[in-house]
């Protein structure tokens, strides 16, 4: 049973923000499905000054080349999710990649995220946009509640 449907774009105003949706869990749950998406993953090849900068304030003790400051390249958009239960953060996943699929019911639960009895309820799931290096992100989110595992 779909609970969630998202498909939204993105700029890069929404860099460093959070994004909240909220979906009601009906009762009998027994486990959630999350399919997330978000294309471009890769910027281009600019982006080598940012790189440069980055590396000089975080590493100043060393004079990166420019051979190794563009083994840093193609930039990449970078997306979390977060997920909370009526009761309880059930954990996040800061992963790199741009198709994941997560899930979560009482005895298990994808890395990252915390096994949890499906309540009946207001849920929220937070996206949190920690890099956006391409002019715009499209971004698709597919909860899904499942009657019996």
């Given at each position: ?31 959630l499905q ?72 009482k005895n ?32 698709k989110l ?8």
């Amino acid at each position: 049973m779909k609970l969630l449907e998202i498909t939204k774009t993105y700029d890069q105003s929404a860099e460093t923000t959070h994004e909240y949706f909220a979906f009601i869990v009906p009762s009998g749950i027994k486990e959630l499905q999350i399919e997330f998406s978000f294309s471009p993953w890769k910027g281009g090849e600019d982006g080598l000054y940012e790189i440069k900068q980055t590396l000089k304030e975080q590493a100043p003790y060393y004079n990166f080349s420019e051979a190794e400051a563009k083994r840093y390249l193609p930039l990449r958009n970078l997306i979390e999710v977060s997920l909370d239960s009526p009761m309880e953060l059930l954990g996040s996943a800061h992963r790199h990649g741009c198709n994941h699929n997560f899930f979560i019911n009482k005895n298990q639960a994808t890395y990252g995220f915390n096994p949890s009895v499906i309540y009946e309820g207001e849920w929220q799931l937070s996206l949190s946009f920690s890099a956006i290096v391409t002019s715009e992100v499209a971004v698709k989110l597919i909860v899904e509640g499942v009657y019996g595992i």
